[in-house]
């Protein structure tokens, strides 16, 4: 009996040490949470992309208190009813100054990094590059012309 708890313990103990948290790498950092909360009225001239499926609309970065994200926000009509949210902050080396998403609007439409050239698609999964995650997303919520845009 004694040997099967000291197996236990030494098993859990392995276990504990795989799963131990190593230093972040700067390639491994997690982006910076900050407060979100941002309605677009979908009848408002500025927000005319988002009319169309593919549409992107972006908002630029909040205030101090961070309310339009990071680096900013990009809105994604999937469809008349869904729209998605994603950071502008790139999940590779977020930290840096230049880990900014860009909207490509070459020959597909993607989003991309120029500095470390990871690319997403239109629903924020990884397509290409070094990027260790998908792009943060932000929970929506449609109410008539107002969507809201919130963390």
């Not at 005319?48 to 609309?57: C, E, I, P, S, T």
């Not at 070459?106 to 998908?134: E, V, Y």
Request: glycine fraction near 10%.
């Amino acid at each position: 009996m004694m040997r099967f708890v000291l197996l236990g313990l030494l098993g859990g103990g392995l276990l504990a040490a795989c799963n131990s948290s190593s230093p972040a790498s700067p390639n491994n950092q997690l982006i910076p949470t900050v407060p979100v909360n941002v309605q677009l009225d979908l009848l408002d001239q500025q927000n005319k992309a988002l009319r169309f499926d593919n549409g992107v609309v972006t908002i630029p970065p909040g205030s101090a208190n961070g309310q339009g994200g990071i680096k900013g926000i990009y809105v994604v009509r999937q469809n008349a009813s869904t729209y998605l949210a994603f950071e502008r902050n790139c999940p590779y080396q977020p930290l840096s100054s230049c880990a900014t998403v860009t909207l490509d609007r070459s020959s597909h439409l993607f989003f991309k990094d120029s500095c470390c050239t990871s690319q997403f698609s239109l629903q924020g999964q990884i397509t290409g590059g070094p990027a260790p995650r998908p792009l943060r997303q932000y929970s929506t919520n449609l109410n008539g012309s107002l969507l809201s845009i919130t963390n």
